[in-house]
């Protein structure tokens, strides 16, 4: 359970380490880690688990890294994983908090944070294009994802909605 627990820690702790961006833009890495190198979920678990976290209060990384880490070893698990993926940015958060006030007021500092703005939005991409390839398998998903897509780009309403639709369109158009 230990050897279980530190992988748990030291996996999500790359996740948080490697990442810049947020929460969407670490669901490649994080990905990575749990699908491929450790092969603690499949594709489909691991989709599911990303739309729960999206679901649920709180950023999509540390909500993915809880629900990974409960299922994999309760809540010894979930503790684990959430606190190796909120290490890195709470000891750089602590380090550099009065540095960034300063630097941020600097003519170059636009120009950089655009830059991390536009890869931050590439890691975004990816990680739908991702998840979409795993999610959109066969018509009737299909048919969800434009419905939801089109309705959510014409009518600006809470995330929530578009889930819920989502969920009811779900149950009624998938017969198992």
Do not use: C, H
């Not at 908090?97 to 600097?106: A, H, M, N, V, Y």
């Not at 390839?133 to 995330?159: E, G, M, Q």
Request: no cysteine; aromatic share 10%; glycine share 8%.
């Amino acid at each position: 359970m230990i050897d279980l627990l530190l992988t748990l820690y030291f996996s999500f702790l790359k996740v948080g380490l490697f990442t810049i961006g947020g929460g969407y833009a670490m669901i490649p890495l994080m990905e990575a880690e749990v699908i491929n190198v450790n092969r603690w979920l499949g594709p489909a678990e691991f989709l599911d688990v990303i739309a729960i976290a999206e679901m649920t209060p709180g950023p999509v990384s540390i909500n993915a890294a809880t629900f990974i880490g409960y299922k994999l070893a309760g809540v010894a698990g979930s503790l684990v994983a959430s606190l190796g993926v909120i290490t890195p940015s709470l000891i750089l958060l602590l380090l550099l908090s009065r540095i960034l006030f300063k630097l941020i007021q600097k003519p170059g500092s636009e120009k950089f944070l655009k830059g991390v703005r536009s890869a931050m939005v590439a890691l975004i991409l990816l990680a739908a294009y991702s998840l979409g390839l795993s999610a959109v398998i066969d018509l009737a998903s299909a048919f969800i994802f434009v419905v939801i897509l089109i309705a959510s780009l014409v009518y600006r309403i809470s995330p929530i909605f578009y889930i819920a639709i989502g969920a009811i369109m779900g149950l009624l158009l998938f017969p198992y």
